[in-house]
Each structure stands twice: as structure tokens, then as C-alpha cells.
């Protein structure tokens, strides 16, 4: 089927000990000229939407996909389509899920111009799927919620369709991953809900003695001086806003500022794959580590 095609070009150039990893093959898909930049706003799901949905099949996930309405300026409107994917909880007692959300959808192409979104956010679209395989096989006394999300770039729609459905269902919480790319600093940063306050050297711990560190901030106007960025509010600056907004604890991951945002450099090439592993690999801690903590659990 051709939203399965990606770029033979860009395999070929790929070592072979990369190419093995589940997680470098999602990248390259989703930032190839192919997917075309993952637009969103057509009636029909882009065909980076059908490729998340495989992706979520493959390790036994119940996957579905939820599509809405939103405005485009004053007098039209588009068409948004989120992949839900859920893995079900087997315990006899369930409590309330994790919602992990990352948002698939770019600028799309503007002519002969094609904007990759690696960063933006091909890398949380990765992680989160590799954190869905890292998690096959096991078992968990909550379901844990996987969101692609649609039409964020236009104003976090995909997010707030979510969380309008889901409406007084209780969420322990939301994971949020929107730009992971990790370069010269080594340090992922976090925003999160006060109520995860006593918990902060419990996140923190997950990324001991690895390359990139976490650090934590409970405040988005802290972050925004501690990353020089006084402009940016951190808070609603992408789709746990929503979340927050519904009065639902999150914890949003990204790597800060990025030079090469919203541009046709937000390329492939500028993603190192190894950080990016040890990334997943320590947000998957992060979420094990949360979902066996029932004592903070009111739901």
C-alpha cells in the first residue's frame, strides 16, 4: 500500500546496526518525503495515521481511530484524526489509566519544500510507540492510553477532542512527549503538575547513570527562565495543557528550544538515535515507575 512506502535513499544510507532498531525505522518513516510532512486538516487520515495505527497493532494493542471537527480561521474547518491505542488492563482491579499523548501531525510541504517534523514530532511519535513494545507482555493493574494526536499545530485540537470525550471518566494521569531531540546539553527537561512534587526524585531516578539527565521544574515560568526562552509558556505550550485544563496531573517531556523549529532543517539528520533510545528507554521507566504507584491514586 503506498502510505507503507518509505525512502529507499534514505535506508540505504542508514548503518546496518542502526537500521536494526524498531525505533530509528519509525523516524525515518515519518520523516520521509513520503509522509509528506504529516499535514492534517483532510477528511480522510493522512497515511502516517494508518502507520502509527500498524505500529500500535503489532505488540496486541486495541487501536481505533477518532476523528473531529476544528476551525481553520474564521469561516472553515477541518477534519483532525487521532489514533487511540489501549493497552488493557488484566488485574481484577483496574485502577485509573495513564493517557500518554504525542502529537504526529506537521506543516506538511509548501511546493517544492517538504517539512520533515523529526523533532517536531517525529521523536515523541517514535518514543511513544517504542515505549508501547518496551511495555508487551506486561502486566499492569491500570490501562495504559497511547494518543497520536491530530491538529496540534493548529491549537492543540486533537488534545482537546480527547479530553472532551473522555469527560468525568477519571485519568491518573498524562504523559506528554512533544520534542526529545537530545544534542549538546544531555538534559531532557520535564514541566509537571504539583502533585508530583514528592515524586520528583523518583522521575529524576529513572535517568541515573545514563548520557541525558532529567530535570524537573513545577513551574513553567522557571523553565522558561532556566532555558532562556521568557516568551514561551511552557504550560500551554503544547497538549497536556488540555490535560491540565480538565484538572488532570501531567507531565510533559521535551528537550527545550530548537533552532531549526517549524523549518525545512527539522531534519532527520539532526536527531541523534542513541540519545533518543535512551530516552525512550528511561520515559518507559518513568511510566512503570508511576503506574505502581497507588498510594498518589485517589481514582
Known sequence: MQWLRISTLLLLLMPLNV?????TRDMVVLTSPDFEG????????????????????????DVQISSFEFKRGFFE?????????????TSKECHAPIVITAHYDHLG????????????????????????????????????????????????HGAK???????????????NLDMLSIQKRNTLYALASKDFKPLKTQIESQ????????????????????????????LRASDHYPFHRAKIP?????SGLDKNHHSTDDSLDKINLEKLAQVSKSITGVVLSLASVNASDTN
Open 19 to 23: 537500521l536494526s532498531s524498531a525505533l
Open 38 to 61: 504529516r499535514p492534517s486538516g483532510a477528511k480522510v487520515p493522512h497515511r502516517s495515521a494508518f502507520y502509527i495505527m500498524r505500529q500500535f497493532e503489532k505488540p496486541g494493542l
Open 77 to 89: 474547518t477541518g477534519t483532525g484524526h487521532n489514533v487511540v491505542a489501549t493497552k488493557h488492563c
Open 109 to 156: 510541504s509548501s511546493g517544492y519544500r517538504h517539512y520533515p517534523g523529526a523533532n517536531d514530532n517525529a521523536t515523541g511519535v517514535a518514543v511513544m510507540m517504542d515505549i508501547a513494545r518496551r511495555l508487551k507482555g506486561i502486566q499492569l493493574d491500570r490501562n495504559i492510553v497511547f494518543v497520536a494526536t491530530d491538529a496540534e499545530e493548529k491549537g492543540l
Open 161 to 175: 477532542h480527547y479530553v472532551a470525550q473522555i469527560g468525568d471518566d477519571p485519568v491518573f494521569m498524562n504523559i
Open 207 to 234: 535517568f541515573s547513570n545514563q548520557l541525558v539527565q532529567l530535570t524537573v521544574f513545577f513551574s513553567s515560568k522557571r523553565m522558561a527562565r532556566k532555558l532562556n526562552a521568557p516568551k514561551i509558556d511552557w
Open 250 to 254: 501531567f507531565i510533559y517531556f521535551g
